[in-house]
């Protein structure tokens, strides 16, 4: 059964950085790729990017180019989310996913949220 669990989660300042981890388990195949995601309270899930475990190739959603770095560590079978300069409007249920079906980092297909597997999340609060 295939299990992505996030971590790392919590609340900052403004300005300040967080690091989120997915832990994936129960793969059969080591080509996919991950996905994070964010939700705030009343507005709907939105794609933050995603990386390739293939070819590490990765995506950013344009509002967090430039401040936020998906890497992956192979070995471990995890994906990092590294979040700097962070905003108040960054605040969110943060999510990772899988996509099995297209396993090379998708634009079209984090908008479109086409990923399979996910994880129940975690909180990231940033005060001002």
């Known amino acids: 059964e295939v299990q992505l669990v996030e971590s790392g989660g919590g609340m900052v300042q403004a300005g300040g950085s967080l690091r989120l981890s997915c832990a994936a388990s129960?793969?059969?195949?080591?080509?996919?790729?991950i996905g994070w995601f964010r939700q705030a309270p009343g507005k709907e899930r939105e794609g933050v990017g995603c990386i390739s475990r293939t070819d590490l190739n990765t995506y950013y959603t344009d509002s967090v180019k430039g401040r936020f770095t998906i890497s992956s560590d192979n070995a471990k079978n995890t994906v990092y989310l590294q979040m700097n300069s962070l905003k108040p409007e960054d605040t969110a249920v943060y999510y990772c996913?899988?996509?099995?079906?297209?396993?090379?980092?998708?634009?079209?297909?984090?908008?479109?949220?086409?990923?399979?597997?996910w994880g129940q999340g975690t909180q990231v609060t940033v005060s001002s």
């Open positions: 996913a899988a996509d099995r079906l297209y396993y090379y980092c998708s634009a079209y297909r984090v908008q479109k949220r086409l990923f399979d597997s």
């Open positions: 129960g793969f059969i195949s080591d080509d996919y790729a």
